[in-house]
């Protein structure tokens, strides 16, 4: 009988063509690790040029725990054939690594190499239970807010009402809503204007009762002392004592919400929070146990964008961050030895199919603004919202710098994002894009 012919073990066959899409190992790691679209660097292997000799089966299985085999089987090639195309395979694997590794460090080009994420499901966002009082009128749910005035016209008698408009809906069939004044005078209120994107909403009012608009002081400062105001079911006036806690919050893009350690009653959402002398800087924008709240800058610069232009601008910037400064000791410490970052944002979840996604930002990257606009996330927002001012004035052409430093490699670049505007006239929103001259 002829022997059989026998069989052999081809090469391997790592970072070529020819390799597996992805092996065990960063098959466990994509599962564990949320940022698996980052970089990753193999530079744990065993270098292929160390190998030598013949591969046989029990050398092929040692070997076959750590990187992938790929078995053939190739009666007709001769061993010295074998041996050259495996070091031209490997000599320019290593070429086309060295080629990445040096772009990386020069830091063009790099980030949109980066494979794009997974597609994230659409977030709904949660509704919280809560206690609210509320009281039925005409058979529709009432829930009461606060507000406080921001205009009053002393000749026509009219007067501006800045709150919250959670559940307003403005349609022809919903009863405008009733706005009651410190006297515990009811007049009707007119719901004139809308922002989904601030939550926040505009009532006029008609009163004979003189009403005075409360002294507005500067942007809202982390540990700063505050007082909470708000009116209770019989109207009468509630403050809550606290400080602005060091910490900040992002959800769904909106990253301009600060945080007191106090503990507003449901009344209280829509109300006013002064200092220590007596002056407006922020509104309560969800109540409860460490209370969320809006910049006082933030609303007048709404406020009078509106006023000015009836419609409110601001650039389209899909990206949820955390301020670097506000991170944990051990995330600052760590930023700080080995990237030598002590400062930007981080960025925590971006859009999918987003401008920035598609220039090579992604998850866990840590950002910079070239221009100076601030250290903290709401002055990042006072930022974008004086774009949308120049925007209505009539600039139309406008881009964001950016540096972007890839942190779980050796990436740094600064990228130009061409700017879109969200134009919303409590009407209808629109995007407009700006294209870069």
């Given at each position: 009988m002829p022997p059989k012919p026998r069989r052999s073990?081809?090469?391997?066959?790592?970072?070529?063509?020819?390799?597996?899409?992805?092996?065990?190992?960063?098959?466990?790691r994509?599962?564990?690790?949320?940022?698996?679209?980052?970089?990753?660097?193999?530079?744990?292997?065993?270098?292929?040029e160390s190998w030598s000799g013949r591969l046989t089966r029990s050398r092929a299985k040692q070997i076959g725990q750590v990187l992938p085999i790929q078995a053939v089987e190739s009666p007709g090639i001769?061993?010295?054939?074998?041996?050259?195309?495996?070091?031209?395979?490997?000599?320019?694997?290593?070429a086309k690594k060295q080629a990445q590794m040096s772009s990386s460090a020069e830091g063009h080009g790099t980030l949109a190499s980066r494979p794009l994420p997974p597609m994230h499901p659409p977030t709904t966002p949660r509704v919280r239970k809560s206690s609210r009082i509320t009281r039925l009128e005409?058979?529709?749910?009432?829930?009461?807010?606060?507000?406080?005035?921001?205009?009053?016209?002393?000749?026509?008698?009219?007067?501006?009402?800045v709150t919250l408009s959670t559940y307003f809906k403005k349609k022809p069939h919903e009863p405008q809503?009733?706005?009651?004044l410190p006297d515990k005078s009811i007049v009707q209120g007119r719901l004139i204007f809308m922002n989904r994107h601030y939550n926040l909403s505009i009532l006029e009012i008609t009163s004979d009762l003189p009403l005075q608009v409360p002294a507005f002081g500067s942007a809202s400062k982390y540990g700063q002392k505050i007082l909470a105001l708000s009116r209770d079911e019989n109207m009468s006036l509630v403050a809550r004592r606290g400080a602005i806690t060091w910490s900040d919050g992002s959800f769904m893009w909106r990253n301009h919400y600060m945080f007191v350690d106090c503990d507003v009653p449901e009344g209280g959402v829509g109300g006013p929070v002064v200092d220590s002398c007596g002056s407006s800087i922020a509104m309560v924008h969800r109540a409860g146990p460490g209370a969320v709240i809006i910049s006082i800058s933030i609303i007048c610069?709404?406020?009078?964008?509106?006023?000015?232009?009836?419609c409110v601008a601001r650039p389209v910037f899909d990206v949820d961050l955390r301020s670097v400064e506000l991170a944990g000791v051990s995330l600052r410490e760590e930023l700080s030895v080995k990237h030598n970052i002590n400062g930007g944002f981080m960025v925590k979840r971006i859009a999918d199919d987003s401008a920035l996604e598609h220039l090579g930002v992604r998850r866990g990257d840590v950002i910079f603004f070239e221009d100076e606009c601030g250290t903290s996330l709401p002055e990042i927002e006072d930022y974008l919202l004086s774009l949308g001012w120049r925007y209505l004035q009539g600039m139309k052409s406008m881009v964001l710098k950016l540096l972007v430093h890839d942190i779980e490699g050796p990436c740094k670049e600064t990228i130009t994002l061409p700017l879109e505007f969200s134009v919303d006239s409590g009407k209808k929103k629109r995007v407009i894009s700006i294209a870069k001259k």
């Open positions: 073990v081809a090469a391997l066959s790592v970072g070529g063509h020819d390799a597996p899409e992805s092996s065990p190992a960063m098959s466990t994509s599962k564990s690790t949320p940022d698996s679209d980052l970089r990753s660097h193999d530079g744990s292997n065993p270098s292929h001769s061993s010295n054939n074998k041996k050259k195309r495996k070091r031209r395979e490997i000599e320019e694997d290593t005409e058979g529709k749910l009432i829930s009461p807010r606060t507000g406080f005035v921001i205009s009053w016209d002393r000749a026509t008698k009219r007067a501006m009402i809503p009733e706005v009651h610069t709404f406020f009078e964008m509106w006023k000015q232009f009836s």
